[in-house]
C-alpha cells in the first residue's frame, strides 16, 4: 500500500459525500492525513458555509503548521468572507511572520468584521510564546495596526485588538504607551458597548495599570 | 431613484436631518432615517423629526403606499436605537396597523424603548396573529419577553407557543418565558433546539440564549455548530446582562469573567 493511499481515499471521499454527516467523516479522515496535498481540498471545504465543518478543516490547517502557510496566502478566497474568515483564522493561529501583510491588510481593510476580527486576533498573537520573533519594523506595524483597530466601527473588532494589545504588552512591551491608553480609551465611557468595556477593564486589570 | 440621491454617499448629521424634513425625495427620506439611527444620532431635531415621519403614516386611513410604508419601517428601526419613548403614541398606534410587516418591526421598537404602555396591545394583538406569520410571532413574543412582569395571563399566553411546531416560535416562547420568571425549567428546550438540523434555527437559538444572558448555556454556546460570530454575538448577551447566576452556581465577577475567556477564544 503507498502513503498516497489515504489522502487519495480521503479526497475522494470528501468529493463523493452526498450528506454532511458523510462530508464530516470524510474531512476528518483528510485531517488525520497530516498532508500538505490537502491544503486546496480542506480550503475548498470551508467554503461550504457549515461552521462544524470548517471549524475541524481550520483545525487541519492549522496542525499542518508553518509549511501550509504560504499556500493559505496564496488561496484566499476574494468572494466568500466567511471562508476568508476561516483561512485568516487558520493563519492567525499558525501566527507565521510571512502572513504579517496579508492580517494587517485583511484588518485594515477587509469588508467582512469576521475577516478583521480573525486578522486582529492573529497580529495579536505574532512573535509571542512558540511563534517565531518579529523583526522590531514588523513588530511596530503589528502593534499600529492593533492600535488602529480599537476605533474599528465593529465591536468585535475593538474587542480582538483590546485581546491583542494586551497579549502584545503582557510579552514585553510595557513601553508601548500607545497601546495601554489605547486599552484604557476602550475601558472608559467613551466605549459604547459595554463588553468591549468589560474586556478592557479585564485587561487593565492584568496589566495592572491603574 | 437610487441615482438621484447617491445613496450610499457619506452624508454628516445635518445632511440627513435636511434629507429626512424634505418630502420630494422618499429615497432621500429612507437612507436619512437609517442613517439617524446607524450613528445614534443625539441632536435635538432627530427625534421630533423622526416622530413626525411615522405620523405621516396614519394621515389617511388608506394602506400606505410604498414610499411611505418604507420609511416608517426605517424609522421604527431607527427609533428602536434612540430613545423611542419619545414617539409612544405613534409606536403603540404601530402595534395594530394593518400592515404586518409595521406591526412586527413596532414591536422590536416597542421593547428596545420600553414601552411597558405597549403591553397589553402586544398580547392583544398576539392572540390574533395568524400562527402562519412566524417572523409577526416572534417579533411580539420576544417583545413580550422583554417587557412583561410575570403573572398568569402572560405565562398562560406564551406557554402554548412553547409547542409550536415551528423551532423558532418554540425557541422565542421559552426565551420571553424564561425572561419573565427566571425559571431555568423553560431553558431546558434549548438543549434540543441548539442540535436542530437546521443552521439558521440554530443560530437564532444562540441569539435567543444571548438575548436572555443565560449563563448555564455557556457552554451549549461553545459547543454548538454555528459559526463564530454568532457565539460571540450570544455570549455578549451572557456577558452585558447575565442571568441564571445560581442555577450557574458562579458570582457575577466569576461569570464574567468566564464568559470573557470563553470569547478571547473564539475570536
Redo the contacts between chains.
Sequence with gaps: MSAEQPLTEALRAVDQATTSDQLMKATAALVRCCDLKAIPKLLEVIGY????L?GLAVSGLIALGRKAAPEILENLDPQNY?AR?WAVKALAEIGDSCALETLINAAENDIG??VR??A??GLGRLGIADHPALTTDEHQRCLRTLSKACTDSE??VR??AC?GLENQIQAGDQGFSEGTSRIKRLASSNE????VR??AA?ALERLQIQ | MIESTGEGQAIDEQEALKRLEQRHDASDRYYAAWWLGHERSRHPRTLPLLKAALGELFETTSPPNDDCRALSLNVLRALAHLDGSEAETEILACLTHSDQQIREEAARTAAAASLHTAIAPLCASLSNTSTHNDRLLEAQIEALGELAKPSETIIGLLTPFTDSEKPLIRSAANRALLQITDDSSWSNAFQALVQHPSAQVRRGVLLDIGAVGWLPSLTMIQTSAVENSIKLIALRGLAEHPRGLGAAGVSEQEACNLVLSAMDALL
Design positions: 458555509n457549515n461552521p462544524a470548517a466567511g474568515a468584521p469576521s476580527r480573525a486582529t486576533k465591536w468585535i474587542y480582538a485581546v459604547p458597548v459595554k463588553v468589560l474586556r479585564l
